[in-house]
């Protein structure tokens, strides 16, 4: 089957409509902006919020073995170093002599050309750089007060396992759920919100039997590829791509990464790891504290295996928009369109008034303000009806509720589809449970 190919453009396209639309803006713009940090708009805070809201709603809400937390972003070193990243959480760095650009090794084409200026031969040799964000808690900045950014939301899970059993009662298998911000200090982010200093992430610890490891680590494989397709995510720009053994983590015996088609080629969304028992183990052992587990049933005691399904929030969102962006002419006209999962949209409708005139105002507010308590809705008076339909269109809105003068008297409003641009007559006192068969929500 041949490769699917991306419009090379897409990625600028993106960018323009993010802040545009307000989706995504740059972080501290009115100062000329700090590198790598991105503020998440009207638009894209409701769009990021969904995304995450359905992570959860499969990971946690339709399951009875998955509870969730909320950890601290703040911890101490000792919590670092018995997870190993003060020692192994670097990367390679190299400066070119030539132009002063910083790279990561790993990641050059041709380690040996600069592709900031072309020239050859003339790298450092390559460092380990921490990626850690460190800083100091309390008044006095010495080493005892040293705490560090969470580079993961992992550990928060890990160190809490036997809080969530003892007040759970659940057993192996179950999971851990988490979903928060992360810091790592990246030689060199890019590609918009794909790689920052400061992301969120969406982790979930699944604690096994030992032996049920490879089990549980293909049913996680293909449970998460699943959710990107549910959501609209066209199967033939990911794919599930096993890490050769020179790529695993120093705590992982095997990973996968569900890959997306970017415009830059194939990258990561999530990653699906067999951490064994590393973590609990090294805790336990840097604690003092028991982190095993009793099975009362065969009196047999061990520390669980995990399988650890991880993915980026803010790069799923971006994903999503990538994949349910598309141009198309209707009536001589480009028209730019989200084809987003109702479940994504930022606003599941949006109430268009025909006219500014109060007759039409008044009760358009009105059926918008009601259908506010069932979805997230738009109101919009200004310019005319089909430049305001392009814009819905462009934040994916599922569907438009228009109020004309005919709705005045015979009590309908038309609603379009997004999609088909089809348009049906709808009673007013109708529409919320019109939309409520039709949105998926």
Known sequence: MAEPTVD??????????????????????????????????????????????????????????????????????????????????????????????????DKLDDPDVCPTCGTRGTFTEPRQFNLMFKTHAGPVEDEGSVAYLRPETAQGIFVNFSNVVNTTRKKPPFGIAQIGKSFRNEITPGNFVFRTREFEQMEMEYFVPPDEGPRWYDYWCGERFQWYVDLGMPAERLRLRAHEPDELSHYSSGTSDIEFLFPWGWDELEGIAQRTDFDLRRHAEHSGERLDWFDQASGERYLPHVVEPAAGATRTMMAFLMAAYDEEEVRGETRVVLHLHPRLAPFKVAVLPLSKKPELTEPARALASGLRRAFMCDYDETQAIGRRYRRQDELGTPFCVTFDFESVDDGRVTVRERDSMDQDRVAIDEVESYLRERLEV
């Not at 959480?89 to 090794?105: E, I, M």
Request: aromatic share 12%; charged share 20%; glycine share 8%.
């Open 8 to 105: 090379p453009a897409l990625f600028d396209k993106i960018v323009n409509l993010c802040k545009r639309r307000g989706f995504v803006f740059p972080s501290a713009e009115i100062y000329g902006g700090f590198r790598s940090t991105y503020d998440y708009g009207p638009i894209g805070v409701l769009m990021l919020r969904n995304v995450k809201d359905q992570w959860w709603r499969s990971m946690v809400q339709l399951r009875d073995d998955v509870v969730g937390i909320d950890a601290a972003i703040l911890s101490p070193p000792a919590i670092w170093e018995a997870s190993g990243h003060l020692a192994t959480f670097t990367d390679p760095l190299v400066d070119c002599r030539h132009c002063g650009a910083r790279h990561r090794q």
